[in-house]
């Protein structure tokens, strides 16, 4: 493999017309470090090829970047887990609910496929959240 000189890449543009692959999750990602690169390009001047930088200064850099990136890995999680609680109380609401629809149908108050309805909508509520129990 040919080495090349450390400028070639400073001055080479950033096109969104780079090639493309067939993948478009892959394109999608490329794009973004291409339109990244360009807004660091823009904002300090100078790519990741800079040489005023020691390895000490980029194991830092690196550093810090992982700790934020940690930090959004931390709130994600408390949002999720709050959506969790939530869900769970949605769940428990929906069981109520077909627990309700069972008694209603056996209510003298309601019909035969008044009943039959309730039981039925029940069943399948009950079966629907038992699947999704066990998605979590």
């Known amino acids: 493999m040919s080495e090349?000189?450390?400028?070639?890449w400073r001055n080479r543009p950033i096109r969104d017309s780079e090639p493309s692959c067939s993948d478009p999750h892959i394109e999608a990602v490329c794009s973004k470090f291409r339109a990244r690169s360009r807004v660091g390009m823009q904002k300090y001047g100078v790519g990741l090829d800079r040489a005023d930088y020691s390895i000490i200064d980029w194991i830092n850099h690196?550093?810090?970047?992982?700790?934020?990136?940690?930090?959004?890995?931390?709130?994600?999680?408390?949002?999720?887990?709050?959506?969790?609680?939530?869900?769970?109380?949605?769940?428990?609401?929906m069981e109520a609910l077909?627990?309700?629809?069972?008694?209603?149908?056996?209510?003298?108050?309601?019909?035969?496929?008044?009943?039959?309805?309730?039981?039925?909508?029940?069943?399948?509520?009950?079966?629907?959240?038992?699947k999704f129990k066990g998605l979590s």
């Not at 090349?4 to 070639?8: E, G, L």
């Open 4 to 8: 090349r000189h450390p400028d070639y």
């Open 62 to 93: 690196w550093q810090e970047e992982l700790m934020d990136a940690s930090g959004y890995a931390e709130r994600i999680l408390h949002d999720l887990t709050r959506q969790h609680y939530s869900g769970m109380a949605i769940m428990e609401a």
């Open 98 to 130: 077909a627990e309700d629809w069972l008694s209603d149908a056996k209510s003298i108050d309601v019909n035969q496929t008044t009943a039959n309805i309730l039981r039925h909508l029940a069943s399948e509520l009950k079966s629907e959240l038992d």
